[in-house]
């Protein structure tokens, strides 16, 4: 078993000279972290090489990266102007940094963007053994996951997204957005780098897919999605010990001397909008009007990395850049001083180095920043623990890094103000926050992050084995069969909405259909069955629907019992005082949540909101509970959250009570109990050891077994049904 990384790019320079292609092994973070994993064994790394390789040469391309354990995805330009420059990047990019009117929705973007994908996953299965683990990286390979589980279902599938993911009414806006969505959920474990993106996917997701969400978990088509945040780590000890070496100080040297007494700000950024370059720039305008006094004792060393400047929008922000260092510095230069330093290209590893390790502040303040590595590099070179990091809390860092000076990037004055506080701080201050960062970094390193990620995917994995094993499907499925076929004394307990038949957004719209009525009867025929319907429906509904049929009825949890062919018992001594009360500070909830309402039964009140906004009728059902627990239980009532109802009901009636006071006196050989909701759990607790407890959804219960849906539940009934047949016959 190999893990294969599956990235847009591969981690490699490629050098062409004399017509003979060398390849370089990149030393980039990403690269590093996951060097033990794509070097060991025969693990190995698929991606594009980064140049266009003619057809005929190929194959020696292939060759040669093969000694590196890399394998490549060949694109021509045309893919990488459509895939990569146009939906990559002028679609997912400033969506997901929130510049919305950046994006351009161009169809053949998105065309080429799917092909591309489908490429991707072709290479793929060139090198993919079955059970291969797969962990791909980033927005250019959304759709990557779902293409692969298409052709590997059970596959372990991990994504990795290295930029921030938006909140839903941003993400809305793309126009082939549940496209993506269901491209990433291919995948069994989705990080992100921070917990914020982790809620804005989750969502998202549920708002636009029919998939369900508990916590951080999503249930589709069976399988278990799970969604964490891997905050991404760096090379700690690679930043630490590079300020020590021989290269590195001499670059120091080089770069100090002669401003030994100066206080040096440091920026690196790749070139784009969402680093808010021009807005630092701006910030440092205000510092030279509004403090006069730092006038040729501050210098700014600002590097911006060249990227993607073939776009409109990354040129403009070139020549903007270009102009305002310009202006400023012609402004407030003097013969011997200039107040920013622009380098408008990149430098070696050492050059970093030395400017991370000297500079007395680094000042980092994207727009939106997934994570923000630059943040990171900073504080691993500060050997010495002093200096000072700003850090805008748009960058996913901002949550890991809380001893920085935390600065909204919107905010010129707060920039301002920061530096100032900076240049200010006393050294031990510097070095009780810069302390703390050390040991974050140094921690969560990148090594950390990918183990983490590796550990927690082969969890998934385990966890939807296990889960599988308690799917109540074949095998399991033959077990019950084989048990109803020996047995002659039954009970099936059956719940209703969400068991019997789908759960809906009408409450009156849930009656019984056709098929329904003819599997109940059908269960009913034979004298070995008791078929007892056991729901939280008032008790008018449940004669209407099944006082016809040979089944008894429990209804409102309990409160009401009806045998076969007997008349309709409510449990003694019940008091329903308590509803007055209970429902007018109800109805105040209700007031403000359009599309609440009050179901009232004979012994209970249920505040439903199936059909209040989503999200909101959740709030407001916090709010009841947290509010209403303390008198619900000074009226000996108890207080059931359920699925999108809230029940206030006598203490005395539950469920489980209800199925054992039912078993009173008799004695089956075979017990069956399904059902969907937090109130059945009491009939699954209380029934004996040997019993069939069947929760309907996959999430935790006190059943043994599970089923998806109210369609299993009605397969596994009739395969019983049938099973007597072929008996009989
Ligand atoms: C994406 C997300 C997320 C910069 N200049 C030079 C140079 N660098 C290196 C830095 C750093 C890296 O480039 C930049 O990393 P960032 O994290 O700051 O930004 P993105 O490239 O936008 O990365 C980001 C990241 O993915 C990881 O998940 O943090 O949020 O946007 O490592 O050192 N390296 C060299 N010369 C330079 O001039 N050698």
């Given at each position: 078993m190999k893990t294969v990384i599956i990235s847009n790019r591969l981690p490699v320079k490629i050098i062409e000279e004399n017509n003979e292609y060398t390849f370089i092994p990149s030393e980039g973070g990403l690269a590093t972290g996951l060097g033990d994993v794509y070097k060991s064994g025969n693990s190995i790394w698929i991606g594009w090489p980064g140049i266009e390789v003619p057809e005929e040469r190929q194959e020696e391309v292939t060759q040669k990266l093969a000694e590196l354990n890399l394998f490549p995805v060949f694109l021509t330009q045309n893919e990488i102007n459509l895939y990569y420059e146009g939906f990559s990047n002028e679609v997912l990019w400033p969506v997901f940094h929130y510049l919305v009117t950046y994006a351009h929705y161009e169809q053949s973007y998105w065309d080429c963007y799917q092909s591309v994908n489908e490429k991707f996953a072709k290479s793929a299965m060139q090198v993919l053994g079955r059970k291969d683990k797969i962990w791909i990286q980033d927005y250019q390979l959304l759709l990557l996951p779902g293409i692969l589980r298409e052709k590997l279902p059970n596959a372990t599938i991990g994504f990795f997204q290295h930029i921030p993911f938006p909140s839903y009414e941003i993400f809305r806006l793309i126009p082939w957005r549940e496209e993506l969505l269901n491209g990433l959920i291919g995948a069994d474990l989705i990080g992100f780098h921070t917990y914020d993106d982790v809620r804005h996917f989750i969502s998202t997701a549920t708002r636009l897919l029919?998939?369900?969400?508990?916590?951080?978990?999503?249930?589709s088509h069976e399988r278990q999605i799970v969604v964490e945040a891997f905050p991404m780590g760096i090379d700690f000890d690679k930043f630490s010990d590079l300020p020590a070496t021989e290269k590195v100080k001499n670059e120091i040297n080089y770069f100090r001397t002669g401003k030994e007494d100066m206080k040096v700000i440091l920026s690196i950024d790749r070139l784009d909008y969402s680093k808010g370059i021009l807005e630092r720039l701006k910030a440092m305008e205000l510092l030279l009007q509004h403090h006069p006094e730092y006038i040729g004792k501050i210098e700014l060393f600002m590097i911006v990395v060249p990227s993607r400047d073939t776009v409109p929008q990354y040129s403009e922000l070139r020549d903007q850049i270009d102009q305002f260092v310009g202006n400023l510095n012609a402004r407030y230069r003097s013969m011997n001083w200039i107040p920013v330093n622009y380098f408008y290209r990149s430098f070696p590893i050492e050059v970093l180095s030395a400017l991370y390790s000297t500079a007395d502040i680094c000042l980092v303040t994207p727009m939106r920043d997934g994570m923000n590595l630059v943040s990171k590099e900073y504080v691993a070179s500060r050997n010495r623990n002093d200096g000072v990091l700003i850090l805008s809390e748009m960058a996913g860092a901002s949550k890991e890094l809380t001893d920085a000076v935390i600065v909204n990037p919107n905010n010129m004055g707060d920039i301002m103000e920061a530096i100032v506080t900076a240049l200010k701080m006393p050294l031990e201050e510097q070095q009780l926050r810069m302390t703390a960062m050390r040991a974050i970094v140094e921690k969560f390193n990148v090594k950390h992050w990918v183990n983490n990620f590796i550990l927690r995917l082969n969890e998934v994995k385990d966890s939807q084995k296990s889960l599988l094993t308690k799917h109540a499907v074949n095998s399991i499925n033959e077990v019950i069969a084989a048990k109803y076929a020996k047995t002659t004394d039954r009970v099936l307990f059956l719940d209703y909405d969400g068991t019997l038949v789908d759960f809906t957004g009408n409450i009156d719209d849930a009656s019984p259909d056709d098929e329904l009525y003819d599997l109940v009867e059908n269960l009913t025929i034979d004298h070995a069955n008791k078929v007892v319907i056991i729901s939280g429906r008032r008790h008018e509904t449940l004669e209407q629907w099944f006082g016809h049929l040979k089944v008894d009825l429990i209804a409102e949890h309990g409160a009401w019992q009806k045998s076969y062919g007997d008349k309709w018992n409510s449990l003694p001594l019940l008091t329903d005082q308590w509803k007055l009360e209970i429902k007018a500070l109800l109805e105040t909830y209700t007031d403000r949540t359009p599309g609440s309402f009050i179901e009232e039964k004979s012994y209970s009140l249920v505040w439903h909101y199936r059909k209040a906004e989503e999200g909101l009728g959740d709030l407001r059902a916090n709010e009841i509970v947290s509010h209403m627990k303390i008198l619900a239980a000074d009226k000996g009532l108890?207080?059931?959250?359920?699925?999108?109802?809230?029940?206030?009901?006598?203490?005395?009636?539950?469920?489980?009570?209800?199925?054992?006071?039912?078993?009173?006196?008799?004695?089956?050989?075979f017990i069956l109990a399904l059902g969907d909701d937090h109130t059945d759990e009491d009939i699954f607790k209380v029934l004996p050891d040997d019993a069939f407890t069947i929760k309907v959804g996959n999430n935790i219960s006190e059943a043994k077994y599970y089923l998806n849906d109210f369609k299993e539940v009605r397969k596994l009934l009739w395969s019983l049904v049938k099973e007597e047949f072929v008996e009989r016959g």
């Open positions: 029919p998939v369900q969400s508990s916590s951080n978990v999503l249930n108890q207080l059931m959250p359920g699925n999108k109802v809230i029940e206030f009901k006598n203490i005395e009636v539950n469920k489980g009570k209800a199925a054992l006071n039912w078993l009173y006196d008799k004695n089956p050989d």
